[in-house]
């Protein structure tokens, strides 16, 4: 069953700490994670504050079923209002801190206030600790967590830490785990930053021990067998999420140039089977999880693997965005990224935006600071990045604010060259490939997101049916077997799988793990792993309305702040057909775009007009509270 919640409240102003309890049936509505942190920040902040001002809340959330021993369950969402968007603000990390933070006993940490200086907090069970960082802050990611456990006399912790970029709030800065897992999205470094707050850290504890240990063996016993007979895990266990970038590549959807084609010379040289093949040092993996998808490299002289290694979004953004095919400048903007604590989907991409503008005359030499911003360039990548981490005077410091930003103070045009919805970086999936997700970044509350909903290559991939029904979903839809088509269907399926995406952020699971078409486990051994793990008797339809629950929670938060309709749209970008390559002409039209987010907004229950969701429909949803 589901226990009552206790949230850490830190209040940095003050100096001071409370714990309380969140009731079990309230908790049930909001089990954890993305959930629990909106539904937090719903009832105890007024949307209208400013992100990087005291009264912003930072809340750190894991999941009833967090810190259980199987794959695919150490998950932590931060929630907070986005200074690089202005609305709702969600990001996820993985790694060990989430099973160690509900180890401590906690299923929510909000931070509040600001402090007067540098500080850490530092949490082992009952004892919670606000430690001067004034000897850490400046430093980058790495050598600050070295500080942090001789300050402490202690290797056995996990953290979360921001580097230069949080400290100098860059609007999409980063809070870094590890070094090399990032809570990346939605600048949530930034308000970390604007807080003073250098560091989360906790004390290692034991496993969470499952309701029914032996139930549980009916989903853990099998997993070698489970990953064996799935292709697509057996790949992202040789190649990491970089293996999309042989199958983007050759399809001609890998985005290049700043989105003006999908089609991108040598696109090998930066694919994950590449990576595999000559840097790749080992394979590192998440608490508890059998898979090991996380790539570490090494480039002597280049590329430490310290850091990590790039995912399948950071060889995008830094390669095929920038026109560039030098891996060792993709390896070496990652590390950079990690160190100072920057998103590589937004940095890269504001990057690339900048190389069109220069390539277009609406940046000069003089502006970049010398620097020659072309196309395929990746040797500026160091100086650049270094430069926006400080947000030093000139291109650094605009940069530094997001390409949206940049383009309203360069002019003359620069707008209709961002591809951003909300402000925030598109990912590198083509809407031309995936048009579902047209529709997904459109909609999506705290910006353009990958990993909000299926993408379409699994209708694609259906039997062949007439009447498909996707993986228990509560949902039917019709096979696709085309690239490029936008309609009614696609609507009805960008909102059922993002109901249950967002249940997987409230539950804080592993997408690539607890996903309903190709991954490990789908619906019906999630309802059994609520079971045999807390003893939670659920059903596929009280998971879907939980993920409901929270689309309409973070929908409201924006309704607050003035967002309607004409805020759910797509850059220009989004609209052209592929020029070249072996899908040439294949695209998505703003009628269709137009048509489907209306289906989009009846299937939800949202007034067509204004995209607002109804009273009805927050009513059923146990939400009148918001009215």
């Known amino acids: 069953m589901i226990k009552d919640a206790r949230i850490l409240t830190v209040d940095l102003t003050e100096e001071s700490y409370k714990v309380e309890t969140l009731p079990a049936d309230t908790y049930r509505k909001y089990p954890g994670g993305s959930a629990l942190g909106m539904y937090l920040m719903l009832s105890r902040m007024d949307p209208e504050v400013e992100p990087l001002s005291p009264e912003n809340l930072l809340i750190f959330s894991v999941s009833p079923l967090t810190g259980i021993p199987i794959s695919g369950q150490s998950r932590m969402c931060v929630t907070t209002k986005s200074p690089l968007t202005g609305t709702a603000g969600d990001s996820q990390v993985g790694g060990f801190i ?29 004892k919670v600790e606000i430690k001067s960082a004034e000897k850490i802050w400046g430093k980058v990611t790495g050598e600050a967590e070295k500080l942090i456990m001789e300050d402490l006399g202690d290797t056995k912790i996990e953290s979360s830490i921001i580097g230069p970029a949080g400290e100098n709030q860059v609007l999409y800065a980063s809070i870094m785990h590890m070094r090399s897992r990032a809570n990346g999205r939605n600048g949530v470094g930034a308000v970390m930053g604007s807080k003073n707050l250098k560091a989360l850290v906790v004390k290692r504890q034991p496993p969470v021990k499952p309701e029914d240990p032996v139930g549980m063996k009916t989903l853990t016993l099998d997993i070698k067998e489970r990953i064996a007979a799935n292709e697509v895990m057996v790949d992202t266990a040789l190649n ?10 050759a399809e001609g959807f890998l985005p290049t140039n700043n989105w003006e084609s999908g089609v991108l010379e040598d696109y090998i040289k930066t694919a994950g089977s590449t990576i595999t093949e000559t840097i790749l040092k080992q394979r590192e993996t998440c608490f508890g999880c059998a898979i090991r998808c996380k790539g570490v490299v090494e480039i002597p002289g280049k590329a430490d693997p310290e850091y990590g290694g790039p995912e399948y979004e950071t060889c995008a953004t830094f390669g095929s965005y920038c026109g560039n095919t030098d891996l060792g400048d993709i390896c070496l903007a990652n590390q950079l990224c990690n160190m100072y604590g920057i998103d590589t989907i937004s940095c890269g991409a504001t990057i690339a935006f900048a190389m069109d503008c220069y390539e277009r005359g609406l940046l000069t030499k003089e502006q970049t600071d010398g620097l020659e911003l072309n196309f395929g360039r990746g040797d500026v990548f160091e100086s650049l990045i270094k430069k926006i981490a400080y947000k030093e005077e000139g291109i650094g410091a605009l940069l530094a604010l997001g390409s949206k930003r940049a383009a309203a103070i ?154 309607t309709r004409k805020d759910d749209c797509l850059p220009p970008k989004a609209f052209i057909k592929m020029p070249s390559g072996p899908n040439e002409g294949v695209g998505i039209t703003k009628e269709d775009f137009e048509k489907a987010l209306d289906a989009y907004y009846e299937f939800a229950g949202w007034d067509r007009e204004t995209g607002i969701p109804s009273k009805e429909t927050l009513t059923r949803l146990g939400l009148e509270w918001l009215l």
């Not at 002019?411 to 529709?439: D, R």
């Not at 249950?500 to 804080?508: E, G, K, R, V």
């Open 98 to 126: 989430p099973a160690h933070v509900k180890g401590n006993g906690y299923d929510s940490i909000v931070i509040k206030g600001k402090a007067s200086r540098p500080v850490y907090l530092f949490i082992e069970k009952d």
């Open 240 to 249: 990491g999420s970089a293996g999309v970038v042989d199958f983007h590549g």
């Open 410 to 563: 360069i002019g003359n045009g620069a707008e209709a060259l961002t591809v951003t919805s909300k402000g925030q970086e598109w990912p590198a999936h083509m809407v031309q490939m995936k048009p579902n997700l047209a529709v997904n970044y459109a909609v999506n509350n705290f910006g353009a997101d990958h990993q909000s909903s299926e993408h379409d290559p699994t209708l694609m991939a259906a039997d062949d049916s007439n009447d498909w029904i996707w993986a228990n979903m509560l949902e039917s839809f019709e096979k696709c077997d085309a690239y490029g088509v936008l309609d009614a269907n696609k609507a009805k399926f960008a909102l059922a799988t993002q109901k249950f995406y967002s249940t997987l952020d409230s539950l804080c699971l592993c997408q690539f793990v607890w996903g309903p078409s190709w991954q490990l486990y789908g619906p019906a051994e999630l309802v059994a792993f609520c079971k045999y793990g807390t003893g939670w008797d659920t059903s596929i339809q009280e998971l879907q309305m939980i993920g409901e629950r929270r689309i309409n929670m973070m929908r409201m938060f924006n309704v607050k702040l003035g967002y």
